[in-house]
């Protein structure tokens, strides 16, 4: 089955499975492996991607379900070779350490920080509750993603 | 290679339905999507996810109608769903984490049915109806207790969609109260799960409806317990008569997450703190 849909802003075309999942799409055919699978069942976050502008888990989507949409992965954070805040936030709090769970936490508190610029910290991690990490023990994630928020608010 | 459909019309998707009764009906795929690899396949898939004309919120002649495709996440920013139907929302804001709710929706709980499905109890406490239609047979309103058969069973035909769910708006002065009793706040599959609407007339119970889920195959209304409490004084004896017939009316069983005599003593104290509330506001 044949499938038009934005890929990080450029249109692509691919011909695939109705039925296989986004992620393994972007993985495998877009060769795009920043999105990760840690549970492969919508639990741990790590397949996080935008569809329309909203955070979704990649392993859950049947690719065919992307026809005309709009799709961003990990890999659009970044802006000529320069980390978005959340990311340099991210390295310089020291929230992530393995790495497998970053990609998905980048993702989900990009999107986060744009729905709900001022959330507290409470609410921060209710809306980062999607996103597991067995490193970090998440302190270091949340500090990173308010002060990435603080950062925004003060540079307006 | 399975069939994907992709109808753009309700109409289409009905056609759809009733030409390929064997292909599986999906939207936001959070369940179908689970373990899906394992499974046997279907032969054909119909797309049901941004089907416009079964999404969205509205409200006409005293209801409130949601849309079957209407995400999580959609239904959550509605003023209309919060203001009305409180505990609509805190049960869905307790659903999974914000990448499901963006994703699932109200139909897809109905049709999965599950007994922790969280949305159910909410539904029948509501006294909810399930607008489903077939494409030779038109629409038919089904109540929701109708609409719950069973484990993993609901009363849709093979050639039935479900287009909207319609709950009517509460009398002034109606109460609403949800606990979800869990491990986790978020994301958690619940041990227990109760929803209670009720008002009173003076002293007496004029309205009530107490539903639960976890507790047996699937989500039950208690009509016995209603029925100790209908039309009675709400004083502490009609408490304890409606907590002893709890106790006895559902059967939850024991599994991993919890003893069913743990989960009783629960759900009679959750009782027990609703009608408390009630008769003391
Ligand atoms: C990590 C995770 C956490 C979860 N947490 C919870 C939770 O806390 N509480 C809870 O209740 N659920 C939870 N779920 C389950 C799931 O998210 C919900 O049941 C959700 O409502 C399913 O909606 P969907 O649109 O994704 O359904 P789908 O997976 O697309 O479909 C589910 C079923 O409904 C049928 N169906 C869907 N729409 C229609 C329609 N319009 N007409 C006829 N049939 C239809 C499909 O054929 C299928 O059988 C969780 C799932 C995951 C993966
Ligand atoms: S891999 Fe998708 S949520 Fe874990
Ligand atoms: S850094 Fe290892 S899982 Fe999060």
Known sequence: ?156 | MADFLQPQTLHAALEARAAHPDYLPIAGCTDVMVGFSHQAQPTGFIDLFGLAEIQGICADDGHISIGAATTYGDILKDPLVYESFPVLSEAIREIGAVQIQERGTLGGNLGTCSPVGDTLPVLLALDAQVHVASSKRGSRLVPINDFIVGYRKNALAEDELIVEIKMPLAPEGTQQYWRKVGTRRAQSISKLMMCVVGRLNGKDVEHIRIALGAVAAAPMRVEKTEAVLAGQALHEETILAAQDTLASEITPIDDVRSSAVYRKEVACNLLGRFLNDLGGA
């Open chain 1, 1 to 156: 089955m044949k499938i038009d849909f934005t890929l990080n802003g450029e249109q692509r075309e691919i011909d695939v499975t109705p039925m296989s999942r986004l992620l393994d799409v972007l993985r495998c055919d877009f060769e795009l492996t920043g999105s990760k699978e840690g549970c492969g069942e919508g639990e741990c976050g790590a397949c996080t991607v935008f569809v329309d502008g909203k955070a979704v888990n990649s392993c859950l989507i049947p690719v065919a379900q992307m026809q005309g949409r709009e799709v961003r992965t990990v890999e659009s954070l970044a802006s000529n070779e320069m980390l978005s805040d959340v990311q340099q936030a991210l390295i310089k709090f020291g929230g992530t350490q393995c790495g497998i769970c970053t990609p998905g936490i980048a993702m989900m508190a990009s999107a986060a920080l744009e729905a709900e610029p001022n959330a507290s910290r409470a609410r921060m991690r209710e809306l980062m509750a999607g996103n597991l990490c067995r490193c970090t023990g998440y302190q270091l994630i949340i500090d990173a993603v308010i002060s990435a928020a603080e950062a925004r608010r003060r540079h307006g």
